[in-house]
């Protein structure tokens, strides 16, 4: 609470909070709850007898009212959202540059390194020996627009030594541009290769996708990489139509690009960013965003050649996203206390409102997980995956940073901070019993139990109808099966050349459980008396990270004559 008030401001202040806070408690209370229902037309989950769909909680995403409420004009402290190296990395190329990312704009005059020796000075530093010495940086640390602001990047004058535990430590003297300093001090661990990064960056994922045709009127643009980029060769135009920076956002053939309404938001560690116009699109016009070879990773490789994305607006958007399904579920048990955490929704979110807290037990961020009704909460890891890329914005997993205490009930909440891509909040959720932990942090490769048809099987129908039983719940955001053009891209695959080509899915079922999938095929799919065989990759993982056991896994049929 800002000291400077006097308090009869702040008792007149508090009670008018608390008669909006139950004002608008009543209001929700008449809300009625939206039914959970099936994001993608092809991909169903069913229910075997061992769980069932969630049900949306409350719409209660805002932190809890009990303690002091931040007024409107209370300044946040800033903090550290994410850094690149991203913490307790592995194999980070030893040419990497260091990047910084803060939840909001901070004075560029706090942020300071050692360039001039190897003292442990600055409030940025980078330690092989618990900062005995400090690596020395070529320069201060620069920031995109080299001056305040909220990404700060340091360049070492000399390469990292190879294969070597470095400490990260961002000291909590930095402050924001009124002054408030961070809450505390960061340290981030991370390993290096054996070797330099000389390859060049490549687009992993789009929101919208390639060609998409539902598309809101007044939706962002995000695109993810396969690695950290540089942020500072990442720039668009914020005020006319000429086609500066790096990122180009056009009607397409007009010639003129639009303007953005500020530059580029970065999330997971700076893999990915977001842009908007500052100007709604027009429906059923085509619209291109071509990202240049200016663009860089943090290694300084640009890309390899422009690359540009197609798509077609329709209508405004106006519709919240609801919560398709979360795992774990409400009331499972036993759950591995290293679990993952998978949410899937029903349209895209907007990937730079997925904010994870990964530096201290605050209830902070946009989704959150807690023992003690949300006074604390669990560390997530910095990044969020889009395992699964024909879904990418639908379905996320979370990793988290800290394992879970044994025997322990825990709830997940989500906020309204969560967007789709057109701005829409999400109405909030939070569990209403959890779910319950078992003793065990779960460390054991996952394998096949059983598969059908069974390896050497013969005269099988040409319906194709695999089911597969896994012998533990699997990460079901890894469990893909679809692919286009005959392409074998997917996760589960089924051929007849040896996976030069695969077999077209045209239908997939997800059991609740994620330990049993089904796919099938129309009765044209397979070819009469030919040997196929089934792939499953060794990319699919168990509900707590674990990859398959022994490595990709492939039986084979032979259909009837």
């Known amino acids: 609470m800002l000291q400077t008030m006097n308090k ?36 169903t989950f069913a229910s075997d007898g061992n769980g069932q769909l ?19 004009g209370t300044p946040t402290p800033p903090n550290v959202s994410s ?45 092989s020996n618990d900062f005995a010495t400090c690596v020395r ?39 924001d541009e009124s002054g408030q300093a961070l809450t505390e001090t960061v340290v981030r661990n991370f390993r290096t290769s054996n070797s330099a ?90 619209y291109t965003v071509k990202i240049t070879t200016g663009a860089k990773d943090a290694a300084g490789n640009p890309l390899n050649a422009n690359y540009t994305l197609h798509f077609f607006p329709q209508n405004n958007d106006s519709t919240p996203p609801l919560l398709n399904l979360i795992f774990p579920d409400e009331n499972k048990v036993n759950i591995a206390r290293n679990r993952v955490i998978t949410l899937d929704f029903t349209e895209k979110i907007d ?18 997980i807690s023992s ?3 006074t604390s909460c669990i560390r997530f890891r910095e990044n969020f995956r889009y395992d699964n890329p024909s879904s990418a914005g639908l379905r996320h997993t979370l990793l988290l940073q800290d394992v879970l205490a044994p025997q322990t009930v825990y709830k997940i909440r989500i906020t309204n901070a ?61 469990l893909t099966g679809f692919s286009s053009g005959n392409q074998c891209t997917a996760n589960i695959q089924v051929s007849k050349d040896d996976f030069a080509t695969c077999v077209n899915i045209s239908g997939m079922t997800i059991y609740l459980s994620n330990d049993r999938v089904r796919l099938s095929a129309n009765s044209t799919a397979l070819t009469s008396n030919t040997t196929y065989k089934i792939r499953i990759m060794a990319a699919v993982r168990d509900a707590a990270d674990n990859g398959l056991s022994g490595g990709d896994y492939i039986t084979e049929f032979t259909t009837a004559p």
């Open 8 to 43: 009869n401001f702040w008792r007149v202040a508090r009670l008018s909070w608390i008669a909006l806070f139950l004002l608008v408690a009543s209001c929700e209370d008449k809300k009625q709850s939206d039914p959970v229902t099936s994001t993608l037309p092809l991909l």
């Open 418 to 478: 969560l967007k789709d891509m057109s701005g829409n909040s999400f109405g909030g959720y939070t569990q209403t019993n959890g779910f319950t932990t078992g003793n065990d942090v779960d460390n054991t490769a996952p394998s096949v139990q059983t598969i059908t048809p069974a390896d050497g099987a013969t005269n099988v129908s040409t319906t194709l109808n695999v089911d597969i039983r896994f012998n533990e719940e699997m990460n079901p955001n890894l």
């Open 351 to 368: 990937p730079k409102s997925i904010v994870l807290n990964s530096t201290n037990n605050n209830c902070s961020g946009s989704v959150q």
């Open 372 to 374: 003690d009704n949300f």
């Open 83 to 127: 850094t690149t190296p991203s913490h307790a990395s592995n194999n980070v190329p030893i040419n990497a540059k260091i990047t910084v990312n803060f939840s909001k704009t901070v004075s560029a005059a706090s942020v300071t390194t050692n360039s001039a020796d190897t003292n442990c000075s600055g409030t940025i530093q980078v330690s």
């Open 54 to 72: 969630p049900q949306d909680g409350e719409n209660d995403g805002n932190p809890s009212f009990p303690g002091s409420p931040t007024f409107p």
């Open 197 to 286: 990064d000389i390859a060049s960056p490549f687009v992993q994922t789009t929101l919208p996708t390639q060609g998409d045709a539902l598309v809101g009127t007044g939706t962002s643009v995000a695109f993810q990489f396969n690695e950290p980029m540089d942020p500072s060769s990442l720039t668009v135009n914020t005020v006319d139509g000429a086609c500066t920076g790096t990122i180009h956002f056009t009607e397409a053939n007009s010639g003129v690009c639009k303007r953005m309404i500020a530059q580029p938001v970065f999330f997971n560690g700076n893999r990915g960013f977001s842009i908007k116009p500052a100007v709604a699109l027009l429906p059923t016009r085509e």
């Open 137 to 175: 940086m070529n320069s201060a640390p620069v920031s995109p627009n080299g001056g305040n602001h909220s990404i700060f990047q340091l360049t070492p004058a000399a390469l990292l030594a190879t294969d070597t535990p470095y400490k990260l430590r961002i000291d909590k003297l930095i402050t």
